[in-house]
């Protein structure tokens, strides 16, 4: 249940209302629809406990809202899913599983857990909403604050705690995420005065916003980096997977597809470590490895194959024995077929950061997690022992 909005302060200054004609952040989706996504308004008081302060982002499928619990008198974030989406459920099913395998392991603390979860009805259905902490930047915004590419110095000690969180899951929760890229990595914050300091600002200088026809859309609140950055956190659990596998749905953004994920070969916690590496990839180089788009998930597949070829040499024919799409791309020794665009280079081509030393470490690095056959894919836990991951800031720590 959702109160109405308190009266805006005529001492404060008006925010900038934009043209109807503009679209505005989750507007800008093609399957956006104003009947899909809920209408909230900020001072907003759902389920009679947490009232909304400010729009902190938004999503393909959801929004997300700063609010203040006032049951506890804190800050917590609500994500607000649109209706009838399969995300939402099984996103809930799969955070109080997390929520129900409480364990000593130092990566627990480095997944987000859900703090509540209801639904509220709209006009047009039920939409699914879940409660967290409130998390700062993404990597993806760092690395944008960055210039396009994040230090290997900074970014280490955050791989290497990601690499904790994915043990965790991986090991203990029996998780997999399928979608582990730089946006669903977010930033823990020690000291919440960052969000004093927001909201003030946003008070002050009001975020554009649009209202059509009484529903209005808003900008997302602007957040500085803080000062002490927290831990690095896995979110966003929407697409992930409870148990060892193997699994047969379609999942992965097209460019972090792997092999067995385009060869349509059941799949594993695997696949998180080449998505895993790509990710580290577009941090440092500061571009993706996998480029190639074109309109449709199925009409890239073959240049994306022909990519890893490229990078890792033709896969082992012994994988065409569980590849439902083999023979459309491949032939009996793993050779492209006529017709698909080819690559020539090599990793070594391709890393345009690193050189001597370091760049050999760093491309061993990326050689144990993109490989054809996930079971020789390291693990998690043995990512964490690689001494270029490790460096100097690992030394310094213990």
């Not at 039920?126 to 998390?135: D, F």
């Not at 385009?262 to 993706?288: C, R, S, T, Y």
């Not at 050999?360 to 022992?385: C, G, H, I, N, V």
Request: proline share 6%.
């Amino acid at each position: 249940m959702t109160s109405p909005s308190p009266t805006q302060d005529a001492s404060l200054p008006e925010a900038e209302y934009l043209s109807g004609e503009v679209l505005l952040e989750e507007e800008s989706f093609s399957w956006y629809s104003p009947s899909k996504f809920y209408a909230i308004h900020i001072g907003d008081i759902v389920e009679s406990r947490y009232q909304v302060l400010a729009k902190l982002g938004y999503g393909s499928v959801s929004t997300a809202w700063l609010c203040k619990d006032m049951r506890e008198d804190k800050y917590v974030t609500l994500k607000v899913y649109m209706t009838g989406h399969r995300q939402a459920l099984n996103e809930a099913k799969v955070m109080n599983h997390l929520n129900s395998t409480p364990s000593d392991h130092p990566g627990a603390k480095l997944v987000r857990t859900m703090l509540d979860t209801f639904e509220i009805e709209g006009e047009h259905g039920k939409h699914v909403c879940m409660v967290y902490q409130p998390l700062s930047l993404s990597l993806r915004d760092i690395r944008t604050i960055a210039g396009g590419q994040v230090p290997a110095e900074i970014l280490k000690p955050m791989l290497y705690a990601m690499l904790l969180a994915l043990e965790y899951l991986h090991t203990v929760a029996h998780v997999v995420h399928t979608d582990i890229q730089d946006g669903n990595i977010m930033l823990s914050i020690d000291d919440e005065s960052i969000w004093d300091e927001a909201l003030e600002g946003e008070r002050q200088h009001p975020s554009p916003r649009k209202e059509v026809d009484g529903r209005t859309t808003y900008s997302s609140l602007e957040v500085d980096m803080p000062d002490d950055p927290g831990e690095p956190m896995i979110c966003d659990f929407g697409d992930a997977q409870i148990g060892a596998g193997p699994f047969k749905i379609e999942v992965m953004p097209d460019l972090y597809r792997a092999p067995e994920i385009v060869l349509g070969i059941p799949w594993n916690e695997k696949i998180d470590i080449w998505a895993f590496g790509l990710m580290i990839w577009d941090l440092v180089q500061g571009k993706h490895l996998f480029n190639e788009r074109l309109p449709t998930r199925e009409a890239s597949a073959g240049t994306h194959l022909s990519k890893m070829i490229a990078l890792m040499g033709p896969p082992p024919p012994d994988l065409a024995e569980n590849a439902g799409v083999w023979d459309k791309f491949l032939d009996a020794e793993g050779c492209l077929n006529p017709g698909i665009k080819t690559f020539q280079g090599s990793l070594e081509d391709e890393d345009e950061i690193f050189e001597g030393d370091e760049k050999t470490a760093f491309l061993s690095f990326t050689r144990k997690m993109l490989r054809w056959r996930p079971e020789d894919r390291l693990s998690a836990k043995e990512l964490l022992e690689d001494s270029w991951l490790r460096g100097d800031w690992y030394g310094a720590k213990t």
